[in-house]
Structure formats: structure tokens, C-alpha cells
């Protein structure tokens, strides 16, 4: 469980469009489709990184509350599956499922080509954008790991989320996101 922190995106910076396949419900949608009327949130996750998984409450949490105020949730897996099977589009269904299908879609980038547009480095890689889809926000969702004893409270992300939302300017000083490395794709 290497740590590593997430490259930081430029703020500014207009959200790369994709096409990809929801393992939940088969469809390929693209980010126009799927993109909330006052925000979006973009997730890179997996089904195994503890360092989701020590923070999926949070997550589930975050989606619910700001879905109603016009932000939508998307996550993305772009692990590789052939050196890390539980993170196979299967897998991402069944993990939705048991976490109550939190999201409005978990996404499957099997060439691995949205992660590197989106300068994604690890799970979980947070990433807000503005209604008109320019990042505000890129970072932690707070400052709990698993081994440091913090308490999981989701307050840098809710801090950007309810500046963005309120017309505020979303602080500029931004920590990186610290998780598992995205498993890139190596020959096989």
C-alpha cells in the first residue's frame, strides 16, 4: 500500500469530456450527460484501496447530501483488471450495490485514457467542478488516512462544495489527496 498523492489539475481547468461504460447499469454515457446542474463531482475510486474504503462513508455521504443541491456524483475505476481482478467491472456493480448505489454513475475507463486527461494519480482522486464544468476544487476530502487517527469528516471537500454553491470563492490553497497509485496497465 504505496501512498501517493494526487498531481493537483490546475484550477481552472474545463473537466476533459468522455465516453464511458456504467458497470451498474450497462449504459455508455458521456460526462455532458451525466454532469449536475450546479456542480459536478468526479471520484476516482476502486473496489479495493483502503484508502476508499476508510473513507466510503464519507463518500456515500457527500453524494446524498449535495445531489439534491444540484451536484452530481460521479465516480470512475480505471484500475488495471487483469493485475487486479476485484476491481473488474463485475466487482464495481456488486460494490455499488452494497453501498446502496451512492453515485450517479461508477464509471469503467479500461483504456485508462479519462484518468491521465484528468492528471489522476491515486484512489481516491477528488475533483469539483463548477456548473460550468471549470475545476474549483482538487484534493482531499479531509485530512484522515487510515493509519493517522483523524477523524473522517469530509471538511476540505464540503468546505469547496458549500463555497462553490453559495458563489464564494473556494480556498485556494489545496492539499493533495494521498491513496493508493492508480494500477496502470503494464504488457501482460
Not at 105 to 130: G, M, N, R, S, W
Not at 138 to 151: I, S, Y
Not at 176 to 182: A, K, L, M, Q, R
Request: glycine content about 6%; some cysteine.
Amino acid at each position: 500500500m504505496a501512498a501517493t498523492q494526487s498531481t493537483m489539475m490546475p484550477l481552472g481547468t474545463i473537466a476533459p469530456d468522455f465516453e464511458l461504460p456504467d458497470t451498474v447499469t450497462g449504459k455508455t454515457y458521456r460526462l455532458q450527460d451525466l454532469r449536475g446542474n450546479q456542480g459536478t463531482l468526479i471520484l476516482f475510486i476502486c473496489n479495493h484501496c483502503p484508502y476508499v474504503l476508510h473513507v466510503k462513508a464519507q463518500l456515500i455521504a457527500i453524494a446524498g447530501d449535495y445531489a439534491s443541491r444540484g451536484v452530481a456524483t460521479l465516480a470512475i475505476s480505471a484500475n488495471d483488471v487483469v493485475a487486479y481482478p476485484d476491481d473488474a467491472p463485475d466487482k464495481m456493480r456488486e460494490l455499488m450495490a452494497a453501498w446502496g448505489y451512492p453515485f450517479a454513475a461508477y464509471l469503467y475507463d479500461e483504456t485508462q485514457q479519462v484518468a491521465k486527461a484528468y492528471q489522476a494519480a491515486c484512489t481516491p482522486d477528488i475533483y469539483l467542478f463548477d456548473a460550468d464544468l471549470a475545476c474549483v476544487y482538487r484534493g482531499r476530502l479531509d485530512a484522515a488516512t487510515p493509519k493517522n487517527g483523524e477523524p473522517v469528516t469530509g471538511a476540505d471537500l464540503r468546505a469547496a462544495l458549500d463555497a462553490m454553491l453559495n458563489g464564494l470563492p473556494v480556498e485556494a490553497r489545496q492539499i493533495p489527496s494521498v491513496g493508493c497509485n492508480i494500477k496502470w496497465k503494464q504488457d501482460h
